[in-house]
């Protein structure tokens, strides 16, 4: 559950003023928990909706999958406790139901994954639901990025239009020969295909491949895609192609 909080040092004498009709001068901190409460209220969303234990089984319809969410790590590589806000939301679990897939044209297209299958799936997608005490996701097949049959994200197996890029490395010096911060360094658009997906398919049902290849080093847009961290440290995004805009050669 997020709830949206406030506190005296995040709200200036001005602000308050544009709450509640305040001059600066007659501002008073004990009105910031009223503030937030009147005005705040209707912020508190529940991030996933509970399934009534009644209930013994949930079926996707369509071309939505039914995923259970993997747990957040709960401690670094190195061991150390993390605290809930520095955990990662995790954008992976296990296939646990399908639909019996969509027509397109005449042609009817199953789902692109089994069940028991470990997936990687966008960070905003679905719908989250919490059945038997678990949290589980409902998404259309077209949400999910690639299925990852071991740990390391570089094993990715993208589906649909999706592709897999290792981001080439920040430049660590300016043109003048300056070094950089690692603050200042600007975070690539460059990168090498590692894996691409089988294609989309067309109105009659078939697949089109598509035209970038494993090897490719590729330019895409700044803000598309999702991104993760390998075992090895490097840097990988997985993107539609469309979001691919050139290749360098």
Do not use: C, W
């Not at 197996?157 to 999706?162: A, G, H, S, V």
């Not at 981001?167 to 660590?172: I, N, T």
């Not at 390998?230 to 192609?241: C, F, M, P, Q, T």
């Amino acid at each position: 559950m997020a709830t949206a909080q406030l506190t005296a040092s995040s709200i200036s004498a001005r602000s308050l003023a544009s709450f509640e009709g305040l001059r600066p001068s007659n501002t008073k901190f004990a009105s910031v928990s009223l503030v937030s409460r009147r005005s705040f209220r209707g912020l508190v969303v529940k991030a996933a909706t509970t399934v009534a234990p009644k209930y013994t089984s949930i079926k996707p319809l369509g071309d939505r999958v039914l995923v259970k969410i993997n747990t957040v790590e709960e401690k670094s590589t190195g061991g150390i406790l993390l605290p809930t806000t520095a955990q990662t939301k995790p954008q992976g679990g296990e296939v646990v139901a399908v639909g019996e897939g969509k027509t397109i044209g005449k042609t009817k297209v199953g789902i692109s994954v089994q069940t028991g299958a470990e997936v990687v799936y966008s960070k905003y997608a679905g719908t989250e639901v919490e059945f038997n005490g678990t949290k589980h996701l409902i998404l259309k097949d077209d949400d999910i990025v690639g299925i990852l049959e071991t740990d390391d994200i570089k094993d990715l197996k993208p589906l649909n239009d999706r592709v897999l890029i290792k981001v080439a490395e920040a430049e660590q010096k300016t043109a003048g020969g300056l070094l950089l911060t690692e603050a200042s360094k600007e975070k690539p658009s460059i990168g090498e295909v590692i894996a691409v997906g089988p294609g989309t398919v067309d109105e009659e049902g078939n697949k089109k491949p598509l035209s970038i290849s494993k090897g490719s080093t590729v330019l895409y847009s700044k803000y598309a895609g999702n991104d993760f961290k390998g075992k090895d440290g490097s840097e990988y995004i997985a993107l539609r192609a469309s979001d691919v805009i050139a290749i360098l050669s």
